[in-house]
């Protein structure tokens, strides 16, 4: 069978419709546009036929005009003399074009007598059927959300994203078998008690560029995540933007990257000190030489205050960053060890950022995960005792 689509900037359509439809044969269609449709196609195809896609699948590049009906539909009746398509043997995936686009080829599907289908962003498949002259609509379906669950989180990333290019795929986590002993109630009292994950992750690739105090938190949102059912995390994934004036600069570093029920997602883990903490600190040391004077206790104060105010304005850049970054690949999650302040609390919010601390990391990751499944009697009460024995 022999698939028709669009090729766009939103890879995850292409992926999840090649998955369910399991053509033999792939044309992608694109426009002269480099950024939305050519440039995407390309990386497509090379993902397609490349050893991360599991699936056996011939891609052919087609173009296709963006700005006329009668262009698109002469476009797609010549492919289907070239190759022989008829009725029985292709079908069309209408997602990826814009309306002139798609609405060419549903009457290419009506002429031809060719079935096609739309994919809705919530995994709902729209299917059409030929009958005479009509093209009917059938009853809509959802995809399995874990179609995709094997494939590489790095090819993904490759294929999604265009400018820039993967200096390292940093380290593959997945569970060694202590891990894979480790029941939830112990990840909850690990992290409590601040323990270390290292030992129960076995870790391939290259390790970060730089160790630094959020090691931990990152290696225990991998865990966390992988006990729920990711089947892998890639950690320390490098990026670089494109060339510029000759010289190409290192554009960042992802913590954390994960394929889950048909998005890709990035995570980004911080562990560094509030200003309260810090201060704090420094405040034991000094009334350790005695009771401090009212005029260093306001000295403190300030500095405390000037520390907050100075942190909110990168705080909220950091925020913004893996926002953005979620909206381009799918979903991103902000992970931090200490409580925000409340303005940061509402930038993230403002961004629908989910922001998840320590103390409810399993639960919260959970939830986002599996947003339509409630937590458990069990889980609840094992959360509660945990929470009651830190405490005590």
Known sequence: MTLLSFASRQIWPQVLAVLHAKPKHLVL???????ESKRPAERLKNFFQADAFYQPLLVELRRVPHDSFKGVVDAFADTAEQLGLDEGNC??????GNKIMAMAAAEWCRLAGAECFYLERDLRVFPFLPRGSDLLPQPDFKLNPHLARSLDPVALLRCQFDGAEIVSAGQKLTLSSEGRAFDEQ???????RGGSFAAHLIMEGTPPKNSNVGDGLELATAFALLKLGVPMVQ???????GVNRGHRQEEGELDL????????????CKQRSTPEFRVGKL????TKAGPLSPE????????????REKELKPLKEDLLVVAEAGGLLGRAIAIRWHPLPPEATEFARSRRLPVIFRDGLVRDLRAQLYPDQPASLDQLRSLAKVRTSARS
């Open 29 to 35: 269609f694109h426009s002269d546009e480099e950024i």
């Open 91 to 96: 079908k069309v995936h209408l997602t990826g």
């Open 186 to 192: 112990g990840i909850i009292s690990a992290l409590a």
């Open 235 to 241: 950690r320390g994934v490098r990026l670089r933007s």
């Open 257 to 268: 990257v994960f394929n889950w029920a048909g998005k890709l997602w990035v995570v980004d």
């Open 283 to 286: 405040r034991e040391v000094l």
């Open 296 to 307: 260093a206790s306001e000295l403190l104060d300030k500095i405390q205050d000037e520390l």
